[in-house]
T-cell receptor
């Protein structure tokens, strides 16, 4: 079955430093989604990438989808304490399992003020 | 309304109890999901309903029984659970196909 690997598992940064999390799939993905889960909260949808090589920006967040549609990254510029949380990438299954969104293990971001 | 509402927010139940988790959305989404999330782990898919029909059951134990009464409601009936079933149970909805999910705030379940 499809596996979505995500690194690093944890990242501690000083406020103002940049942060990047990486996601790799064992299979080609039709799209990849990113979610943020604050401590004690629930996952919140951030963005979906569909096209090969796609780059999307949301303020200080930059999302990339690889040319082969097997990897993705989320980069945060100049982190703030509000960025604290766990960031998950997630990819759909294929065929009959296309509704099956498989989550990576997540990267837990801590920001030191 | 862009929310998925889950009740109750917290639930403590004994191993012989029967309880139900409820989920409601009014976004017109025709796909709804139950996920289970243990501490420090990613959400794991349990059930998928598409157009009110169960389309994927990820080999979940029969002590968990889903129900989709209509396109806005999703229930998860619980019976004879084990302590290891204690977790955050998340409901989500989306348009069928490759679209982002909207998650509810979850039910934090403790089985004693």
């Amino acid at each position: 079955g499809q596996q979505v690997m995500q690194i690093p598992q944890y990242q501690h940064v000083q406020e103002g430093e940049d942060f990047t999390t990486y996601c790799n799939s064992s299979t080609t993905l039709s799209n990849i989604q990113w979610y943020k889960q604050r401590p004690g909260g629930h996952p919140v949808f951030l963005i979906q990438l569909v096209k090969s090589g796609e780059v999307k920006k949301q303020k200080r967040l930059t999302f990339q989808f690889g040319e082969a549609k097997k990897n993705s990254s989320l980069h945060i510029t100049a982190t703030q304490t509000t960025d604290v949380g766990t960031y998950f990438c997630a990819g759909p299954g294929s065929g009959a399992g296309s509704y099956q969104l498989t989550f990576g293990k997540g990267t837990k971001l801590s920001v030191i003020p | 309304d862009t929310e998925v509402t889950q009740t109750p927010k917290h639930l403590v139940m004994g191993m012989t109890n029967k309880k139900s988790l409820k989920c409601e959305q009014h976004m017109g989404h025709r796909a709804m999901y139950w996920y289970k999330q243990k501490a420090k782990k990613p959400p794991e898919l349990m059930f998928v309903y598409s157009y009110e029909k169960l389309s994927i059951n990820e080999s979940v134990p029969s002590r968990f029984s889903p129900e989709c009464p209509n396109s806005s409601l999703l229930n998860l009936h619980l019976h004879a659970l084990q302590p290891e079933d204690s977790a955050l149970y998340l409901c989500a909805s989306s348009h069928p196909g490759d679209y982002g999910y909207t998650f509810g705030s979850g039910t934090r379940l403790t089985v004693v």
